[in-house]
Every structure is written in structure tokens, then in C-alpha cells.
């Protein structure tokens, strides 16, 4: 988008990606996010496999045979 001339600006934030410490600022956010969103998959995806650890049903009926 730069190459056509179209630049980002946060008023509400201060950041201004043209200048080197609004570049920083943008660039660290964007990292904390992605760094934010690994840890929610991380942690959605711990309960399962330490439910299956524990031998615990959760999410669905027991099994034909089994009592919960």
C-alpha cells in the first residue's frame, strides 16, 4: 500500500508508521498480538490432551458402556 501512496495514522494512539518510532511502536504491537494469539491456541488446545491425561470425558456423552 505504501508503493500507492496510502499511509496509516492513529490519532487515538499517536502512532504514525512514517516516522522510526511509530514504525517500532506498530511493529511491537503486532508482535504482542501474534505473541497473544499463540498463547490462546496454547491454552485451548492444553485442556483436551490434559483431560485425556486425567482419563476425564468432557465435551460429549460417555461412550457406549461406560458410566460417567
Do not use: F, H, Y
Not at 500500500?1 to 511491537?28: E, F, Y
Amino acid at each position: 500500500m505504501q508503493g500507492r501512496g496510502v499511509a496509516l495514522c492513529s490519532l487515538s494512539d499517536g502512532i504514525d508508521p512514517a516516522t522510526s518510532t511509530g514504525w517500532l511502536k506498530l511493529n511491537m504491537l503486532t508482535t504482542l498480538a501474534d505473541c497473544e494469539r499463540e498463547l490462546v491456541t496454547e491454552r485451548g488446545n492444553g485442556g483436551p490432551i490434559r483431560a485425556a491425561v486425567m482419563k476425564v470425558m468432557c465435551g460429549s456423552a460417555a461412550p457406549p458402556g461406560e458410566v460417567s
